[in-house]
């Protein structure tokens, strides 16, 4: 089974803090993703990394920065938090499909979620 | 830009009756799936639906994909309060083989 694992289940910071969220898959997927979920908004994808070091935004990037050094693991950073970015925090794995083949590629698997309180 | 709608986005409904999510898309699309998420919970992956027509089931739930109409249904049979939870459908967009773009979610609840 796909195992995601968060750092931390529950986080609470203050304003202007710089903060790292941490994130760890164990089936070598190439895929990591960082969505935040508000109520009413649904899941909102921050930033994604189809490889080590490589990065991209996504549908709302700004406030954050992130980091992918090792193929297992995926960063993401709050480089000065801020009240609006209090939210539920998940990260997703995918494979590329090139081992699976196109039933299970791109199925992202969810770690537990970050409950992130800024106050 | 991709845009996918569910609804109902609330849905409450007694044990034993039959109902249906529905998903819509904007754009052409690869793949669409369904998750669910229990209160307090990550999501938990239910169906992939891979091409035109395809139907996958498990349990009291079905899952249905026209891609021509881009709409995927989510069809409860006999509920059962087990099946409360959020769900939500996700596509991606053809030629994006890694972002997803969820929907909404419909919080379902299955009351005695």
């Known amino acids: 089974d796909v195992k995601v694992t968060q750092s931390s289940r529950y986080l609470v910071k203050r304003t202007g803090e710089k903060v790292f969220l941490e994130c760890v898959q164990d089936?070598?997927?190439?895929?990591m993703f960082w969505y935040r979920q508000d109520p009413g908004l649904g899941l909102r994808l921050i930033y994604f990394?189809?490889?080590?070091?490589?990065?991209e935004k996504g549908d709302i990037p700004e406030g954050y920065s992130v980091s992918r050094e090792k193929k297992e693991r995926f960063s993401l950073i709050l480089e000065s938090a801020s009240t609006n970015q209090t939210s539920m925090y998940l990260c997703?794995?995918?494979?590329?499909?090139?081992?699976?083949?196109?039933?299970?590629?791109?199925?992202?698997?969810f770690g537990p979620g970050t409950r992130l309180t800024v106050t | 830009e991709l845009k996918v709608e569910q609804n109902p986005l609330f849905l409450s409904m007694q044990e034993g009756k039959n109902y249906t999510i529905y998903c819509n898309y904007s754009t052409t699309s690869d793949r669409l799936y369904w998750y669910r998420q229990d209160p307090g919970k990550s999501l938990e992956s239910l169906f992939v639906?891979?091409?035109?027509?395809a139907v996958k089931q498990e349990g009291r739930l079905m899952a249905s994909l026209d891609t021509k109409a881009r709409l995927s249904t989510l069809h409860i049979t006999a509920a059962v309060h087990d099946l409360s939870a959020t769900y939500f459908c996700?596509?991606?967009?053809?030629?994006?083989?890694?972002?997803?773009?969820f929907g909404k979610g419909t919080l379902l609840t299955v009351n005695p």
């Open positions: 996700a596509v991606d967009m053809k030629g994006s083989n890694y972002k997803l773009t």
């Open positions: 639906l891979l091409s035109n027509g």
């Open positions: 089936m070598d997927h190439e895929n």
């Open positions: 990394s189809y490889d080590v070091k490589m990065k």
């Open positions: 997703a794995s995918s494979s590329d499909g090139a081992d699976l083949g196109a039933r299970r590629a791109y199925e992202q698997y």
